[in-house]
């Protein structure tokens, strides 16, 4: 078996300067002036399957995000400033210009690359209803034309492209998912029915996997089923997927009232469809409104049925993710004390993310839930780096290791940062760690009305970095899926995000710190979202940790830690022995209790 | 000259059922089968003169927010939940149900007392152009029809109305302003102009009075002159209010780029006007927007251009607000020495404001900012309580009283409460108080980057009564006009306010704790937003404390505040000590400096 983790830049290859000239050649015989090419594929996901992976094809780019357009003589590679660097090491600037997205935004872009305006097409699966009124709308006045196209010229000149992944689906058993399919289908079905709605389009394989109780190998790191569905307000449902990805017996498991059809009979569903037909015009692709709106039939923008029930995870699911947050801590604490105990003299960035993996596989993991970020000195100051051959760094005595990883189980996903001294502690970066962890610990500690939201919550988690003139330019927390995406919606740790928190809801508690040049830090757990107690005529909520495993003490001053939160991290450690010291035998064992002593 | 602040019920006198009678057969007459009655005038201001009273006229109802709807037979008061105790004892439930808003929206109420549809009409004066699109919203589908009058029926029977207010308007100094109204005038116009619109309809009174550098004597507690104007992109404004508030000096004082024109002109003025024109839909009649939609004038929704350059004040702004809290200071001083050293015996809430008004009057105010809040035992769980002769409760030893008050001078407008132990300190509340202090200790210290909103902080300020269970039910902070209106837009310290922190800025830090029937806590300083120290790449605001009066340590537990708290404490009272000790003398001065020393 080889490892899920690869090193390689696999966006080299390919002669793009000549793909460039294709797709000019196929925009220029459809009457198009310009074309847009973005990363993502008709299910809007993290990961895209090879055969969708257009903007890498065309430009070389590897990013999770992004887009490119096309002109007969110019060309952008739209991409956020996480990628900036990356994209620039990529991308030939003969080909494509690395545009400073979303300062510049593509209509501004797109008026001095077409002074005298022309048309730009898009292809309507790969983007959303969202995403084109947003475009549509810079456009206006600018004497360009957006084009919804019929078929996608670079597709046409793709000759090697791969076929779409056809990976197995597979049962997640009922006891896991703690609800059956067909109950979960009613309960969303009866929400259809009582809001007017005659039926609901999926679109979210994320979606589609958690409402069928099943997983996929389709792609990598995220265990989903790539399919589109469509719902009804009977319960049934209509699943657009390759059938050879379904065996017997998930057959059997899917039941009656779901069948099976291919993917392109999906346009002929949508025709025949009643409405009024609920769509999220956040993340269903244009194609499906031009679709319904071709045959008149009512659509009800809203958001995907699916997302908030599978955000608030049920006793068997919690049940699931505590189980396999037990075994990634044993896999963490292996890696540690291996670390602690080998010093790092010879070893690089690449190898601890082989080790960790490698933990993790005796654990029983299924794949990995991310690539693993193991970065040292100014690699761990890009908060999104992944180590490949040329940047990989040697761990040096008196640096700090940030490592941000997690696995894949049966029954759970997980999600861990650590941040490590490499020896001895480098001291300016135990005033930054320690506020850090004060901010992981307030928000952790926070107890808070139902109603609040992780924008009222998230200058908790800053607030010691704040005081200090120092922040970071990313989200606090994310949610997480049970057996599911690492990433997943609604609900954030972000000033931005307004969905109120429920209880069982998992989110992600990852502050950091980036000096440029220097180091990196984030300490990250994942929480549950829990109910607590409060005065009558109130409900209140906080949050449960899941994630158990040591934060390195080289780097907290303890004089800065308040009492309750010297208690806090105490009791957090001391937790961490009395479930995780049971699991792991030998020095790792040694290490763990030592690792979880009080502190001085 | 008599008190600033009464204590009768204003509301009381009067027939309402022959008023409500005389509106039915008006209504009757104009073909009307319901018609709705605001409690705002053609302002939207949190005062309305007596002329503007209608909603008290027709009801009773003395509350600061609020509108009735009249049917042929039925009656509704739709108040929040502030008001839900005061409306009841207030109104002949005969007449007109309470009605819970906005729970129960007016749409709902009038299907059920309008089965068969029907025609509201309202006053378009007294309505914004966004409640009204929200109240058409409601009515979809109802078979009720929405009718803009062109005269109001409630006016045309109130056969005593008073006259509209003529108070003298005065010159606010140009050094106390800190920017000639000319100078404000060309700002605004330019931005007017790069955003390509010709004219600004301004309908807020604090907005007209602030960029003209007057202030007046229409209303009370709120020092604003009763206008409209209409500012053009070349600097020029028409102000449409009485000419007899203006006085010679006045007149030159605003110079000739500014006319003035009586109320009555500002429909032709707005038939004559050349679009786009700015119109504010939050704050602007609905009439006007008709007015300028018959004409077929271009209009540009937008928020009134004057509100966010108010409220960041400059330096002699800052300057007279620190001079006004000075003053405030010794006032507040003078009370809580008489109270502690008089003893509670014999007092009520009632001689608590007289005396608190005394001292103010000492210290040169032009008026109160709002009817000071005076509340011992249960009065004080009401969070707006307003002392009247029939709620009038006598101070008794082992009581707690809140006292939340402001005085308006010449040069500043201040807003503090204290929470204040009657002799020893209700044991019961000391928890509490201690948990509200130090959130409103934790906002005054804190940092923030530049884009924070109110949102993003609400949650420091409540975090350890969170932590307990307990929250309390109103905003954290309000701004705070600089000698205008104490309660100023845009920018809150809420969990809905989106507006970003400004430097300049002026906001309320005021959490609270209320235990019904029981006691009422709030601890209330004035902050202004300033630049603070950051790494580099960053820009970073805090706050500087505007308000200087020692918080009751008798209601302090010491044991639950961190060393940080107690120094801020200390520092804080060091700075009361330092600035307000040279002011005052005798008995005050010697309790001042007791009240200052460290805690132990």
Known sequence: ???????????????????????????????????????????????????????????????????????????????????????????????????????????????????????????????????IETLRKGLKGSGIALLATDYNPLDAVWTDRPAPPVGAARIHADATAGEVAKAKRERIAAELASSGQKSALLTLPDSISWLLNIRGSDLPRNPVVQSFAILSDDGHLALFAEPAKFDDALRAHLGNSVSIQPPDRLIDALQAIDGPVRVDPGSAPEAAFLQLELCGTTIAQATDPVILPKAMKNDAELAGMRAAHRRDAVAMVHLLAWLDARGPEGLTEIDVVEKLEGFRRDQGILDISFDTIAGVGPNAALPHYRVNRASNRPLVEGDILLVDSGGQYGDGTTDITRTIAIGRARPDAIGPNTAVLRGMIALTRARFPKGVAGAHLDALARQFLWAEGLDFDHGTGHGVGAALCVHEGPARISRISDIPLQAGMILSNEPGYYREGAFGIRIENLVIVQPVHAEPGREMLGFETLTLCPIDRRLIDVDRLSSDEINWLDDYHARVRHEIAPLVTGDAHDWLIRQTQPLD
């Open 1 to 131: 078996m080889s490892a899920f983790q690869q090193f390689e830049d696999e966006g080299a290859a390919g002669d793009h300067a000549a793909r460039l000239v294709a797709l000019r050649r196929q925009m220029a015989e459809t009457g198009l002036d310009a074309f847009v090419v973005p990363r993502a594929d008709a299910h809007q996901g993290e990961y895209v399957a090879d055969s969708d992976a257009r903007l890498r094809w065309l430009t070389g780019f590897t990013g999770s995000a992004g887009f490119a357009i096309a002109t007969a003589d110019k060309g952008g590679l739209f991409v956020d400033g996480r990628y900036k660097v990356q994209a620039r090491a990529q991308v030939d600037p003969a080909l494509f210009a690395v545009v400073d997205w979303p300062a510049t935004r593509p209509a501004d872009w797109l008026r001095k690359a077409l002074p005298d305006g022309g048309t730009l097409g898009f292809d309507p699966w790969l983007h959303t209803r969202r995403e």
